[in-house]
């Protein structure tokens, strides 16, 4: 296990007010360090999964911002963010940690499913949700995860009835859980652990996912 240097929150706060290439480059071994410490907190991050999971990669996002179609110009991201791929398709979800002072959190769910994806769910929710439901609204687990957030839509996908029962599942874009932390948490000795045992405790959702969209409306297997 290894710790998040507290430098990472004091470097950020700097790049917030300097968030410029002269001051970056000033500070790039700087960067390189903190960075290098990170890779190897994600890839630990890793291991613990891989006890039980299957993780195929481990994503750490670079700090150069795409300024390209945006109006903000300033050219350096003020987190780090980390995405943990499971291996597809035999598994689906994903994990995701981002590191910024006062706004750190780890998230997993389904950020940007395919069409034919999110319209599998969906018909899935429309049939019966009552499986998901018992998985999500169990006390035990909105304590660990909260509720189920996400991009939706203000009525319902075309073909559905918007006077579903469970139309404010069927509507959703994202399928997403947010579990926050403060700084202090994050520089402590035991969030690597935490972090850990949070994504373990998120895959009764991740199961039950999977399983629909590896099989049709029948439950025949695609794979």
Known sequence: MNKIDPDVFTFYKELTKNNNRNWFEHQKERFKKLEFDVKKFAENIKLGLDTADDIEKVKLFRIYRDVR????????????????????????????????????FIASGFWDPSPSDLLRIRKELEIDAQELIDIIDVS???????????????????????????????????????KKFNDKDVISSDFQK????????????FDYMTNVLTTDLNGVSLL
Do not use: C, M
Request: net charge positive; hydrophobic share 35%.
């Open 140 to 178: 035990k687990f909105k304590k660990k995860w909260g509720h189920l957030v996400g991009e939706e839509l203000k009525t319902a996908p075309r073909g559905f009835d918007k006077s579903h029962p469970q139309i404010n599942l069927i509507r959703k874009k994202q399928f997403l859980f947010i």
């Open 194 to 205: 935490k972090v850990i045992f949070a994504f373990k405790d998120i895959r009764p959702f």
């Open 69 to 104: 179609f945006s109006k903000d110009k300033t050219p350096y991201k003020t987190h780090f963010g980390i995405a943990f791929h499971r291996k597809k398709p035999e598994l689906r979800g994903g994990y995701y940690i981002h590191i910024s002072p006062n706004n750190s």
